[in-house]
Each structure stands twice: as C-alpha cells, then as structure tokens.
C-alpha cells in the first residue's frame, strides 16, 4: 500500500501564498501521476494540478498562471504553490498518487487525508 501525508493547509487573506506539500511512503514500486484535487462544500471534487513522472503538468484553466506544482521523484513528495489565492479557492485540498506498490502492469489510484485551505479576510 502506498500512504499519502499532505501538509501545509490553513487560514489566509485574499491574495495571500500557501504551499501545500505531499509525501508518499510505504510500499512503492512507481508512482506514475501525482496530483492535487479539492472539493468545496455540496460540489464535486475537481483537478487542481497533476504532474507526470517525466515532468508533464496539467492545471485547471481556474488556478493557471497562479498555482505551481512541482514534484521531487527521488523523494515521492509533490508540492503546490498557490499564489494570488481568492475566496473561491476555498477547498480542501486532497493530494493524488497513481502509483503500483509492486512491479507489474497493475495501477492504483492512492488519495491523502485532505487539508484545509480557507481565503478569507
């Protein structure tokens, strides 16, 4: 099994910066895709940002030019830097790994705990 910790959620004004960090343990043969979703209150869960294991990202059109994610694969971690953050980027934050804990052809999509992000004044 592959375990997902997120750290770095919190309170911060309008226009304020987060970074949001991800760390993945335990059983990992690849980890192929590691991303960031979030999910408001009574919406659906959404891509925020993904990253690929060569390096390849993808932003929803609401967070480009203001999101960052950036991905150390030495270390399994991935990060979001979130700058110029409005009220509506109100969300918890879950972070994403498609990973196979052993070799094989197999995939599985692994989720972390969430962490909160609130932009308010």
């Known amino acids: 099994q592959v375990q997902l910790v997120e750290s770095g959620g919190g309170l911060v004004q309008p226009g304020g910066s987060l970074r949001l960090s991800c760390s993945a343990s335990g059983s990992i043969f690849s980890i192929y895709t590691m991303g960031w979703h979030r999910q408001a209150p009574v919406m659906q869960r959404e891509l925020v940002a993904q990253v690929a294991s060569g390096g390849s990202t993808d932003y929803a059109d609401s967070v480009k030019g203001r999101f960052t994610i950036s991905r150390d694969n030495a270390k399994n971690t991935v990060d979001l830097t979130m700058n110029s953050l409005k009220p509506e980027d109100t969300a918890v934050y879950y972070c994403?790994?498609?990973?196979?804990?052993?070799?094989?052809?197999?995939?599985?999509?692994?989720w972390g705990q969430g962490t909160q992000v609130t932009v308010s004044s």
């Open positions: 994403k790994a498609i990973a196979s804990p052993v070799a094989g052809p197999i995939k599985y999509q692994y």
